[in-house]
């Protein structure tokens, strides 16, 4: 791959990838607030402004790096990251328990319907950038999606399982989030397990996706 023709691959990547990550976390603040909590209102975080929620390293660089060394590799792209989180106080919502199941799946669903806006564009537009952006968009937002209910705190699948699990076995299962991300990353460094467990998942969605509408 030439150098032109990776810049424009990134920069195809780049736009899909950057809104899927940032209004993943806009849409856990505005379902707090909804539910009583007003710290990501009050700190300016629930805002469709994706400069608001960039993280330099996890938004940018991290997943451009991955992306640069899979390229290069001659493998399929392959990336992985994260916006600046979004403060949730948990404590300030009505039911914190039972008000947490939806603040976390805000996220993951907020990338379905990214997924399947992106889907629509791809289902209407030319042959051409924006249909291969919007491709690129589906399978990102998928990926992400499936990436995040893996139920390991703190990724919202793993906030998700606490809040469903009685209140003993959530407190004990809530104390592996400051262990979560290394846990993460150590699934994801293992060869072959994402491959053999996510990648299932998320072409079931895809396959969803385009059966419903038709592309």
């Known amino acids: 791959m030439n150098l032109l023709s990776l810049a424009e691959t990134i920069v195809l ?14 849409a856990h603040g ?18 469709l402004n994706p ?5 330099p390293v996890g938004t940018i660089a991290v ?11 001659g493998g399929p792209p392959f990336f992985f990251g994260w916006a600046k989180p979004v403060p949730v106080n948990f404590a300030a919502l009505r039911n914190p328990k039972q008000d947490m199941f939806w603040v976390a799946s805000a996220g993951p669903l907020m990338n379905l319907l990214m997924a399947l806006a992106w889907a629509l564009v ?3 537009a030319p042959a051409g950038a924006v249909a291969a952006m919007a491709q690129i968009g589906v399978t990102v937002n998928v990926f992400l999606m499936v990436l995040n209910l893996v139920p390991i705190p703190p990724l919202d699948g793993g906030r998700i399982a606490v809040s469903l699990l009685p209140h003993s076995l959530a407190l004990a299962y809530s104390k592996l989030e400051p262990y979560g991300m290394f846990i993460i990353i150590l699934l994801i460094a293992i060869p072959g397990l994402m491959s053999a ?7 079931t969605v895809l396959d969803l996706i385009s059966t419903v509408l038709g592309i």
């Open 13 to 26: 990547y780049a736009v899909p990838m950057i809104l899927a990550i940032t209004l993943h976390e806009a």
């Open 197 to 203: 467990t996510l990648l299932p998942v998320a072409d």
């Open 51 to 55: 400069i608001r929620h960039i993280d």
């Open 63 to 73: 997943p451009l790096v991955l992306f640069l060394v899979s390229k290069l590799a």
């Open 30 to 47: 505005y379902v707090a607030r909804m539910f009583g909590d007003r710290t990501a209102e009050q700190m300016g975080r629930i805002t």
């Open 122 to 124: 791809y289902k209407f």
